[in-house]
Structures are given as C-alpha cells and as structure tokens.
C-alpha cells in the first residue's frame, strides 16, 4: 500500500445534472447539489478505504455530522459535472473533508461542500473508533492532501455583513 499513489486532491467522480434535478429557476435545485456531492463522498470513500465493501467487511460506517454548501455558479440540465475531494483532517472517530464541484466542460467553480462525517459500529449505531489500518491510510492521504492548502471556503459561517436582518 505504500507504494500506491496518492491523488491530491481526489478526482474520479463524475455525473451529470440530470433532469429531474433541475428546478423552476430552469437550473440545478439547491438539494441536488447536495446529492451529488453525497455521490462524490461515496466515490471518496471508496478510495479511503470505508465505503460499502468496507461496511459489509466491518459492520462500520459513517454518518454526517455536518456539512456547508457554497453555491457559486450555475449548472443546467444536462451539464457535466467533476467533484473533487479533499481530506482537510481527521481523529478516531471523525473526518474533516471539502468537495468541490466543478463543471466538467467550462471548467468553472459550482459549488463547494465542507463536511464532517463520524465513524459508527452500525451494531450500536454510535460513534467507534476507526481500524488502525484506516487511520494509517488515512494519515497518509491527509499528508497528500495537506500540500493543497486550505480552501477558502472552510469554517464559513452564514450570515449577512451587517450582521443585522431586513436592514
């Protein structure tokens, strides 16, 4: 495994906006962004090492504890799009991660999606610590991934500037 290299950031997932993802705004609605980022993370987790073959080998899994979307360009039906994952950090239990999604042909910035997931024993259904295998090939990606930098978009919060609403 140590021999294996490393992609930083992650980049295999791709989809297209699909027509029932589209809206009245005649563009992607807002909660499929969401699902093709949770597309994305499946793909992302594959890679770590803790997606669905992982889960019927452990009975592990994770859960989302977090997550902050930025909308930032549009997509319409039918655009392809390119997520690309990032692992930003990680503990026992938890992992730090940012997507961005991109469109596949012009190449500009849609959206971005900032998560934390936990790991879980799906026999509990509460939190457990990662295998040490995992957190080693975890480690190892975060260092990878650690030469891209911090997203600008990580630990925004929502509000207005003025810090006041309807003024």
């Known amino acids: 495994m140590h021999d294996i290299a490393i992609p930083a950031p ?71 799009l390119r997520i690309t994952s990032q692992l930003i950090d990680f503990d026992a239990k938890r992992i730090h991660f940012f997507h961005r999604m991109y469109h596949a042909a012009e190449g500009y910035l849609a959206a971005t999606m900032e998560c934390v997931s936990l790991h879980v024993s799906l026999e509990t259904r509460r939190g457990a610590p990662f295998p040490q295998d995992r957190l080693d090939w975890l480690a190892r990606v975060k260092a990878a991934h650690d030469a891209l930098g911090r997203p600008p978009e990580i630990g925004r919060s929502v509000g207005l500037r003025s810090g006041r609403i309807g003024g």
Do not use: C
């Open 10 to 80: 992650f980049d295999q997932f791709r989809t297209e906006v699909r027509p029932e993802w589209i809206d009245y705004n005649g563009h992607m609605n807002v909660a499929y962004y969401v699902l093709a980022f949770d597309h994305g993370t499946d793909a992302f987790w594959t890679h770590l090492g803790i997606g669905e073959e992982y889960l019927r080998r452990t009975n592990g899994s994770t859960f989302a504890l977090e997550a902050h979307v930025t909308y930032q360009g549009e997509v319409k039906r039918g655009d392809p």
